[in-house]
């Protein structure tokens, strides 16, 4: 008797072991890096800020980089992109991630997605996560023989399709998200649908009211004014006003929703003008707000790429009272004197 309860103890001891085994393997499929694509899954929940250190290093290092338009088609897209990110490798000061505001290739293909993805796997770069523009829905424009066509659009293609490209190579359920990196808040959000779903929207963003609600509860958690990073693509119209095609449209409930909160850094991609321009790059709102410039495209007031060879970025790095932001010549590999600001941190 007591040989065979010694034999049961033994398989028991055996199966625990066997099952915990398992369980580590699960958890290490759905750590971050295991999203299909070549990105890192996003990591979700409000992890503890990062203790310690040198009391005057920076707290949180993030790089924006907006409306990269990879393309065949545009071999200076492509190279735009490379520069970009090996400037980054070589940066010098850290980087903790990468977002994305949007237009990451021309037309959001299947195909562009795979060059997109080929690309990204060249480079060792930090976590990288991203919303949608309104070229990451251009797909309904290509015809059959891969040409631009409006007379055949929707070209048998869905808006359905392209966000969910988007998703699967992101590794997303929905086209908006938010993540927190060296305990900081980054919120990423994406228009939902586009021209073959809701005419009347044409380039803009539109939000579900779902969206806006989720914006709205995760904002909650910064009651305590600490600062919090949203990404858009289209801009916002002036205040006071709904947007329409090119801007975000629900812009008065967008900024109703932003207003009882302090440190709150709103940035846009889209209009791709270029930081030694005319335009103003950070307006002052209830919030601070930055139109960023492009990697793929850098454009002047009229909309027309004077140098193909220029691509620019917003390097953003948070400390304990202030936020200081960066734009960033990828091509030349130094800091632009027009795009440097500081803005110190309002105590809650």
């Not at 295991?34 to 992890?47: F, H, L």
């Not at 409930?253 to 709150?264: H, Q, W």
Request: hydrophobic share 35%.
């Amino acid at each position: 008797m007591l040989a065979m309860l010694a034999l049961i103890a033994t398989a028991l001891a055996g199966l625990v072991k066997l099952l915990q085994k398992v369980v580590a393997t699960q958890e290490a499929s759905r750590a971050p890096g295991a999203a299909k694509g070549s990105v890192d899954a996003p990591q979700t929940g409000k992890p503890e800020p990062q203790a310690g250190g040198d009391p005057n290093a920076p707290l949180f290092s993030l790089m924006v980089l907006s409306d990269l338009h990879v393309s065949e088609a545009d071999p200076h897209t492509i190279r735009n992109l490379k520069k970009a990110l090996e400037d980054i490798q070589e940066l010098g000061g850290p980087v903790d991630a990468i977002a994305l505001t949007g237009d990451l290739t021309e037309y959001g293909s299947e195909k562009e997605y795979k060059g997109l993805s080929k690309l990204l796997s060249a480079y060792k770069l930090p976590p990288l996560y991203a919303n949608m523009g309104n070229h990451d829905y251009y797909d309904v424009w290509i015809d059959r023989f891969g040409r631009f066509n409006k007379d055949t659009m929707p070209n048998g293609k869905t808006d359905w399709q392209s966000r969910e490209r988007f998703q699967a190579f992101f590794g997303l359920s929905k086209p908006y998200h938010d993540v927190w990196v060296q305990g900081h808040h980054v919120i990423l959000l994406s228009q939902e649908t586009y021209v073959q779903e809701k005419p009347e929207v044409g380039e803009g963003a539109w939000y579900s009211e779902e969206q806006l609600a989720w914006l709205e509860e995760r904002l909650a958690a910064h009651k305590d004014g600490k600062p919090v990073f949203i990404m858009t693509h289209q801009p916002l119209p002036p205040a006071g006003r709904d947007g329409k095609t090119h801007q975000l449209i629900p812009a008065n409930r967008f900024r109703e929703i932003l207003k009882p909160y302090k440190n709150v850094f709103v940035f846009c991609g889209h209009s791709h003008q270029d930081f030694q321009g005319t335009i103003e790059h950070y307006v002052r709102e209830s919030f601070h707000y930055f139109h960023n410039s492009s990697v793929g495209r850098v454009m002047n007031r009229k909309y027309e790429t004077v140098d193909k060879e220029k691509s620019q970025g917003l390097y953003v790095q948070v400390y304990r009272d202030r936020v200081t932001l960066r734009g960033r010549d990828f091509t030349g590999k130094q800091w632009l004197k027009e795009a440097d600001w500081t803005v110190p941190l309002t105590k809650a």
